[in-house]
């Protein structure tokens, strides 16, 4: 099967946009009194891998379905590569799906299975076999084309789901929740599999999932919804370290929120007053609001020396958790709780060296600290 058709470039010499574009402007869905996606502006590049990442009930699948055409917008316009699609069937929109609850057919094998989506399209019998075939292939299921589903394991099924998706050459890919019900290691597999894939095929994933290690594995950019709304996107490491408020930071994972009053703001950066804990610079992103945190990571606080230079202070140790590959310990500091998580590796490391704090015996005096550009100001919502 070629893949030329589904390239991230543009076509050379052509001057034909390269496929797969997605846009939402201003799309809205409301169920009666419920608004289930609210003005949602969306763009996703050709060959971009963008996760709607939020909790159950924030508009995602909703989102998703617009998109697919399984389900019509109140308001708004979606469009694929930049012509309006609100008006074509799903069938018309040359996207690939694969949804948790769209299942596959229990009385065709899984070749005609993957062919069904072709016979949809009236491509002819024999060129029909062929593509499934090659589909599944590609999904490292050749040899099992003759299985039934019940004949399949679950990991199997998604993975028919998805050659059934990718054997018409879809533009881009929607993917809701695909592995939610596979197990975690199968999980991880799935996970690096369809990034192989879909960075081989140059093709555009929009993803969604409720999972934020599954969303920082797989995107190139995170877009957290909340509400029916985007409350904030970027590259995953900019969402997971530079959150724009007080409940991005905690749904992307744990984090020591420190209150704080503003003394100055200049562009990037913000001296900010922790109270017990001082004056520090932190990392600003123009968010503004009635309350303001600091958001620090918990592998970003550090044990000190307390000669070294730049943010910290002085804490007492309250218990320390080994965790296996990490160690929690849980600290006070000017009159807040903190959590401090590093690598078991570096705290037998440090113990070796008998540096600062390397008995970490509950009650001891230690030192912890932090780089400036890993503190986040962020808005207090709650
Ligand atoms: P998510 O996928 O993020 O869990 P959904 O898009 O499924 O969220 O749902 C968003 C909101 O819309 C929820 O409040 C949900 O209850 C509501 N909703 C979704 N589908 C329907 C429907 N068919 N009828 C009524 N309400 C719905
Ligand atoms: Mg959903």
């Known amino acids: 099967m070629t893949a030329s058709v589904i390239s991230a470039e543009s076509i050379p010499g052509t001057g034909r946009a390269a496929q797969g574009a997605i ?20 763009t996703v590049q050709p060959g971009e891998f963008v996760t709607l990442l939020g909790p159950s009930g924030s508009g995602k699948t909703t989102t998703m379905m617009m998109v697919a055409g399984f389900e019509e917008h109140s308001a708004g316009t979606v469009l694929i590569d930049g012509a309006p699609v609100d008006s074509l069937p799903p ?30 399209r009236k491509v002819p019998r024999a060129e029909r076999r062929q593509r499934a075939s090659d589909a599944l292939d590609r999904v490292g299921l050749g040899k099992m084309g003759d299985r039934k589903p019940r004949q399949l394991s679950g990991g199997q099924q998604q993975r028919v789901a998805l050659a059934r998706a990718l054997v018409f050459n879809p533009a881009a890919l929607l993917l809701d929740e695909p592995m939610a019900a596979l197990d975690k290691r199968l999980r991880e597999q799935m996970q690096e599999e369809i990034k192989t894939l879909q960075k ?6 929009l993803f969604v999932t409720h ?51 503003v003394v100055e703001r200049n562009g ?3 001296v900010v007053d922790l109270g017990g804990l001082g004056l520090a610079r932190v990392r600003d992103r123009g968010a503004s609001g009635e309350n303001y945190a600091v958001s620090i990571r918990p592998e970003h606080l550090k044990f000190r020396t307390r000669a070294s230079a730049g943010n910290g202070c002085a804490a007492t140790l309250v218990s320390s958790t080994n965790l296996g590959a990490t160690v929690r310990h849980r600290l006070t500091a000017g009159g807040h709780e903190l959590q401090l998580r590093e690598l078991s590796s570096d705290r037998s490391d440090r113990s070796a060296r008998g540096d600062g704090g390397a008995g970490i015996l509950p009650d001891e005096e230690l030192w912890v600290g932090w780089d400036a550009d890993k503190a986040q100001l962020l808005v207090l919502e709650s």
Not at 33 to 39: F, G, L, R, S, T
Not at 99 to 105: K, R, V
């Open 200 to 205: 081989s095929l140059g093709i555009t994933v």
């Open 211 to 261: 999972d934020q290690d599954e969303a920082m594995a797989m995107s190139d950019r995170i877009v957290v919804m909340k509400d029916g709304k985007i409350v904030q996107s970027g590259p995953p490491e900019e969402v997971y370290n530079h959150p724009t408020t007080d409940w991005v930071a905690s749904f992307l994972g744990d984090t020591n929120l420190i209150p704080c009053t």
């Open 268 to 270: 990037e950066e913000a």
């Open 91 to 120: 069938r018309d929109r040359n996207l690939g799906v694969v949804f948790q609850n769209y299942a596959l057919f229990p009385h065709m094998s899984a070749l005609e299975n993957v062919e069904f989506a072709l016979r949809m």
């Open 23 to 42: 846009e939402l402007r201003q799309v809205s869905k409301h169920y009666g009194d419920v608004v289930a996606v609210d003005h949602l502006d969306l």
